[in-house]
């Protein structure tokens, strides 16, 4: 591997540009003897000050430079003839020299034609051969020039590239053809351990090939900051570039593909630029993008970093896979440390829970770290307060502990969002109106969740198995019963977001589409710690019939990769149903907790209406004990509130009865139901 990265002094660009100078004059004098031949009496001198010396003169071309002047390099880069290089410079000509036009237009005979042609080239230039203007020549295969419009090739005008006429003065900067597809790069950072020693094994890898086919090196795995950082890694140690392209930016026109290859190719001759091709978020079923993305990694001959979550296969280009694994705890841990820096010792505890609750890259741990800085919290010794670093209560977290968490769950809401409705978490226990064996239920996840760290890791239980260490529930009963109220009760009490996820949503038609939305879903949620709550989970749990087919096959492959996914899930995945027993017992066993959310009786109705109005709402004369009669679940019971309160605030009246009248018969129509007598009843006088 041989690396050409331009790194030169002000005298050296000097001393190029006047190499350069001196060649162009020695074009222009065989095209002023082609002009002096078609005309006489016309005097063309070359233009004072032009050329290096200024009177004209040709420069003595200066070989002693170190490295070589950058039109010797293009030459031997691209294999040129001498007769190429001349017509290569012929075409500078143009771009330095205002003249040149008028002394192209006497020398072909034709003022119109004043521009180089291919046939002027063959006239003018010693050495001349047909072949270099075919377009596997290396004039037009690497788009050093360009060929324009004409009534034959011969007559038709010829241009030098711009990145190329660029190049050849000095000025380094990528085509802007690929400039446009081109990803944002992750700035320079420190790398944990593990990923220092991938970086390792790709540049020696590199270095060791030599001028044979470069390997395709793909990392792969879910931490996609961790693969891009590494990639950056690699090229900041070997001293080249790096450019990143998403994988559904490349076109899937065989020309236009051919065209982005030749010119990632010539970029990594002129500017030793590497291409990282960004595979992580490619979901398509689309075979035209898949053979061409296959095309293009199979053809590109230069260093190539594929970056995809799950293995590519090539056919025939050789490949190094790596995978990357998020950091490890430990490697969590001691990226804190060093960007808390002189705080680290004193939250030592609070780090550790930090890590065992969320899952952060150092970028995330980095930025939440800033975060803290810039809120310039003052935090007393005395208000650190010890906490159990493996069995918390969030609620009773000292003052920066708290920021630190709240930070760290604001990190993953940026992907999440993307995928998911994320849940206000204001709902207490006391809104929830629940038998007490359902309480008991919930209050059992929230101890799970809580000292998973310490019965896991420091007790033992890990090291038994690593199999269903996921705390997975599943919340069953009618529409409105309280449910994702739990699920808000749990995100407050445990201070983690919720994301409610509605699985008929995420159910695809196509097989495997549903693998990858979930994948993603779980994948997102991983840094963050999140609870996530899957609605409908009839959608796609409903009771295992006979396998007839692929499609229940598949149906029974996509209820198998969730569940394996909640198992192993590092937060609290649950699921709701409205029908439990429209359930596989078989998926039933595989769910931790099972809460059975009852239809409320009287009882539950009447403690639901005392607690539905907020403090601030003015009521009038309100019978709960009436109110309770209304057979209806507690999420109707809200929405009748809500609109009886817009009633009454609407006729400038606190809430009495009569409002809740209203709304309840608007309820039930909505409910597609009867109103009966008995329900209302007394209700208005």
């Known amino acids: 591997m041989s690396v050409s990265r331009l790194n030169v002094t002000e005298g050296w660009l000097e001393a190029n540009q006047q190499y350069l100078m001196g060649e162009i004059a020695r074009v222009r004098q065989a095209l002023e003897r082609k002009s002096d031949q078609i005309t006489t009496g016309i005097s063309l001198t070359l233009t004072n000050g032009f050329y290096p010396n200024g009177n004209g003169s040709h420069h003595q071309p200066d070989t002693s430079l170190s490295p070589p002047p950058l039109l010797d390099q293009l030459c031997q880069m691209f294999g040129l003839s001498s007769f190429e ?56 295969r690497w788009r050093l020039i360009d060929v324009g419009e004409g009534f034959t090739l011969t007559s038709s005008s010829l241009r030098i590239d711009e990145r190329i006429l660029h190049y050849l003065r000095g000025v380094q900067y990528i085509d ?131 970056t995809s979550r799950d293995r590519r296969r090539q056919r025939q280009r050789p490949i190094i896979t790596i995978d990357v694994h ?57 208000d650190e307060q010890p906490i159990d670093e493996e069995s918390y209560n969030p609620s009773a977290l000292p003052p920066l502990t708290t920021k630190l968490w709240d930070v760290c769950c604001i990190q993953a809401r940026p992907r999440m969002e993307e995928l ?65 109220m739990a699920a808000e009760v749990i995100g ?52 295992r019939s006979e396998v007839k087919d692929s499609h229940d096959r598949h149906a029974n492959i996509e209820v198998s990769y969730l569940l394996q996914r909640m198992e192993s899930y590092r937060g609290l995945a649950i699921l709701t149903s409205n029908i439990k027993s429209a359930l596989d017992q078989a998926f039933l066993r595989r769910i931790r907790f099972i809460a059975q959310f009852p239809f409320p009786n009287a009882e539950q109705r009447q ?3 005392k607690r539905i109005f907020p403090k601030q709402t003015p009521t009038e004369k309100l019978d709960y004990r009436k109110l309770a009669k209304l057979n209806v679940a507690g999420g109707n019971i809200r929405s009748i509130a809500m609109n009886a309160a817009f009633i009454a605030a609407d006729a400038g009246e606190a809430v009495q009865m009569k409002h809740i009248l209203q709304a309840t018969k608007s309820e039930y129509i909505k409910l597609e139901r009867p109103l009966t007598d008995v329900e209302i009843r007394g209700w208005v006088k």
Not at 180 to 188: G, I, V, Y
Not at 446 to 453: E, G, K, N
Not at 503 to 518: A, C, D, H, Q, W
């Open 85 to 140: 290089r001349d017509l290569l410079l012929l075409c500078a000509g143009m771009e330095f020299d205002a003249s040149w036009g008028l002394l192209c237009g006497i020398a072909q005979s034709n003022e119109q034609m004043n521009y180089p042609t291919f046939a002027l080239a063959l006239n003018i230039l010693p050495h001349g051969h047909w072949g270099a203007l075919t377009p596997d020549a290396p004039l037009r």
């Open 176 to 306: 802007e053809r690929l400039a446009s597809m081109e990803e944002p790069m992750p700035l320079p950072g420190i790398l944990v351990s593990s990923h220092q020693q991938s970086v390792q094994q790709i540049a020696t890898t590199w270095l060791q090939v030599g001028e044979g086919t470069f390997p395709v090196v793909q990392l792969c795995g879910e931490d996609v900051t961790s693969k891009r950082a590494i990639a950056r890694a690699v090229c900041d140690h070997l001293g080249i570039n790096l450019h990143a392209l998403s994988a559904e930016s490349l076109p899937t026109n065989t020309s236009q593909l051919n065209i982005v290859k030749i010119l990632y190719e010539r970029e990594w001759a002129l500017s030793s630029t590497v291409l990282m091709l960004n595979c992580d978020h490619l979901e398509t079923n689309d075979p035209a993008r898949e053979s061409a993305i296959a095309r293009f990694i199979e053809s590109l001959n230069t260093p190539l970093i594929v």
């Open 326 to 382: 998020h950091p490890t705890s430990d490697e969590q841990r001691l990226i804190w440390q060093n960007a808390l820096a002189d705080k680290a010792a004193k939250l030592e505890p609070a780090i550790n829970l930090l890590v065992s609750t969320f899952n952060l890259s150092a970028p995330n741990i980095h930025t939440a770290c800033l975060t803290i800085k810039g809120m310039d919290i003052e935090t007393p010794e005395e």
């Open 420 to 484: 998911a409705q994320r849940i206000d978490t204001a709902a207490t226990w006391d809104d929830l109106i629940l038998p007490d064996r359902e309480r008991t239920v919930l209050s059992e996840i929230v101890t799970h969740v809580r000292h998973r760290m310490k019965v896991y890791e420091s007790w033992g239980f890990a090291g038994k198995s690593r199999r269903g260490l996921g705390i997975s529930a599943l919340f069953a009963g009618a529409s409105g019963t309280g449910k994702t």
């Open 492 to 543: 407050k009490e445990l201070r983690l977001d919720v994301y409610r996820i509605d699985l008929s949503s995420v159910i695809s038609k196509y097989i495997g589409e549903t693998e990858k939305n979930l994948r993603r879903v779980f994948d997102a949620a991983e840094g963050g710690g999140s609870i996530l709550l899957f609605d409908e989970a009839d959608a796609l749990f409903g009771k």
């Open 607 to 609: 403690e639901i209406w």
